[in-house]
Each structure stands twice: as structure tokens, then as C-alpha cells.
């Protein structure tokens, strides 16, 4: 015996709906649309509150760091600020864009005389630092090697050559020298290179002096993040005095500061949030935004 199965209009229509209508698509992109709107705005402001807390961490921690080591070694010790050079035109001859950096400098003694470009240190044995002069080194190697020395007095730079050269320090004159003048002294010197972009510019004196107190980095240079600079410093990439500007702060060996400073570090996006550092007198170091 057959049996029929009866197969009703309702019944077939419902077997042939086997994916969405247009309306119900539309509404899950939308809703779509909107959870990866939502999660990319929370990306990027994670990311520019990762940035600001980073650059204001670091930055503490080099002017506290720079403090600590003026009073456990016992010397000057400073912070400088400046800009580095992060990108060129097309041309590759032309600056499009800066990194704010910032180093911090021991001292390693101050110049006794200082004739011209030579500086000499005639306390200092220079020669346990750097390398001495060779015979092969000569006066047109120009920058290559040169080492930045920095003016701990006056908070500035110039470039100098990569080696020292033990030199009688001629036409100076002491107050414990006999009429006659018939001794030598011999120090060990640097020599400053000469030229557009050899020496600092802003926020110091370049010019050495004697008594003037020197040092190198003790630490490799750092940089704020991508976008943020020194509201102290020149920030026009196509200025050549971007490159020279400096600003710093000198800490005395009982955490004192030389004279009080101000950094403010500011970010090109107006939703950073940017800091300003305060350093008194007594070496305080206060930050804000």
C-alpha cells in the first residue's frame, strides 16, 4: 500500500529560505562597522596614552638619574637637551624631520688654558680616555670620528677631534711663573673643530674658557617618542639652527642645581598629553601637565 505525502504551498516556501534577506545583512555590517569604529579609536588612544606616559617616565628617570650620579661620584653631572636629525627629503640633503633627544653628561675636569681652538687640561691624563694622536691622523679627516664635548659651565657643545695630543701650552701666563719664564708646561689638549654646524647655538655660551668645566655622555642618547618635541627648543626641521639648539641643567656634586630649569615636552597630536619638568635651585625636580 503507497503512501502520500502532501506537500502544502506553506511548506515549500519555508524549505526554500536558505540564507539572509538584504535588510538583515545591511543591519549586521552596520553593527560591524561600528565595533571595529569603536576599536580602533580605543587602539590609538592607547596607544597616544602609552606614548605620553612613556616619554615622561623616561625623561624623569634621566633627570633623577642625572642628580643621583652628581652625588655619588662626586662631580658636576648634566642633563642636555637637542635635537637630532630623523629623516630627509627625497633628495637626502634636506632635514624633513627631528628626533627631540636628550643625554646626560659627566664631568671630567675643566680646562686650565685655553688658546684659540686648542684646550688643554693639564691636571687631566687624557691619554687613559682617548687615544693619542697618530701620525696619520691629519687636519683634513675633517668630522669624521669626532667626539661632541660638552661646557658643564655654560651648557653647551662643540665637536672635537677623536684623539688628544700632549702640547706646550704656549702664551699662558700664572701667577707663580718666575720673571724669566723659563720653564714649560705640557698638557694634554683637544682640538675643536671649526665650521657651520660644529658647535651649539641656543641656551649657551659656545666659546670655551678656562676654568670651564667638561664632560662626555655617560649614557647613549635617548629620544622622546615619534611626534612629541621641546617646546624650549627650535622645532623647525628646515632651520639650521635646530640642529645647534641646546638647553640643560647642571647638577652639583650635593644635588643642588647650577641654576634652576624648565623643560616642557609637547606632543604635535592636540589629544598627547604633554609634561612640563620644574628643576629649583635646591635640584628639586617637579613634574606637571
Not at 652625588?71 to 624631520?97: P, Q, Y
Not at 654646524?197 to 659656545?206: E, T, Y
Not at 611626534?227 to 623647525?236: C, D, I, K, M, P
Amino acid at each position: 500500500m503507497r503512501t502520500y505525502t502532501r506537500t502544502t504551498q506553506k511548506s515549500r516556501r519555508t524549505r526554500g529560505r536558505d540564507g539572509f534577506s538584504l535588510l538583515e545583512l545591511l543591519a549586521v555590517m552596520a553593527i560591524v562597522a561600528m565595533l571595529s569604529t569603536l576599536a580602533v579609536t580605543s587602539y590609538f588612544s592607547a596607544i597616544r596614552g602609552m606614548s605620553s606616559r612613556t616619554a615622561r617616565r623616561n625623561f624623569t628617570n634621566a633627570l633623577s638619574m642625572a642628580r643621583q650620579r652628581a652625588c655619588i661620584d662626586g662631580c658636576r653631572v648634566s642633563l642636555i637637551i637637542f635635537n637630532e636629525a630623523a629623516g630627509f627629503d627625497t633628495s637626502g640633503s634636506k632635514i624633513s624631520d627631528l628626533a627631540a633627544s636628550y643625554v646626560v653628561c659627566r664631568e671630567l675636569g675643566r680646562f686650565s688654558f685655553v688658546s684659540e681652538d686648542l684646550l688643554f687640561d693639564e691636571f687631566a691624563d687624557l691619554n687613559k680616555l682617548f687615544r693619542e694622536k697618530l701620525l696619520t691622523d691629519t687636519s683634513s679627516d675633517g668630522v669624521a670620528g669626532a667626539i661632541r664635548l660638552y661646557n658643564l659651565s655654560a651648557g653647551s657643545w662643540s665637536l672635537v677631534r677623536p684623539y688628544v695630543e700632549q702640547k706646550e701650552m704656549t702664551g699662558v701666563k700664572l701667577p707663580y711663573s718666575t720673571p724669566k719664564n723659563d720653564f714649560k708646561i705640557w698638557a694634554y689638549k683637544f682640538e675643536r673643530l671649526t665650521g657651520s654646524g660644529m658647535q651649539s647655538s641656543g641656551g649657551g655660551n659656545p666659546t670655551w674658557k678656562a676654568g670651564d668645566s667638561y664632560g662626555i655622555e655617560v649614557m647613549p642618547v635617548q629620544s622622546l617618542p615619534k611626534g612629541f618635541s621641546f617646546r624650549e627648543l627650535n622645532a623647525n626641521a628646515s632651520s639650521d639652527a635646530s640642529l645647534t639648539d641646546v638647553r640643560h641643567v647642571t647638577f652639583e656634586p650635593d644635588g643642588s642645581a647650577l641654576a634652576a630649569a624648565t623643560f616642557t615636552v609637547e606632543s604635535q597630536d592636540p589629544n598627547a598629553k604633554g609634561a612640563k619638568f620644574t628643576i629649583n635651585k635646591r635640584g628639586e625636580i617637579q613634574v606637571s601637565n
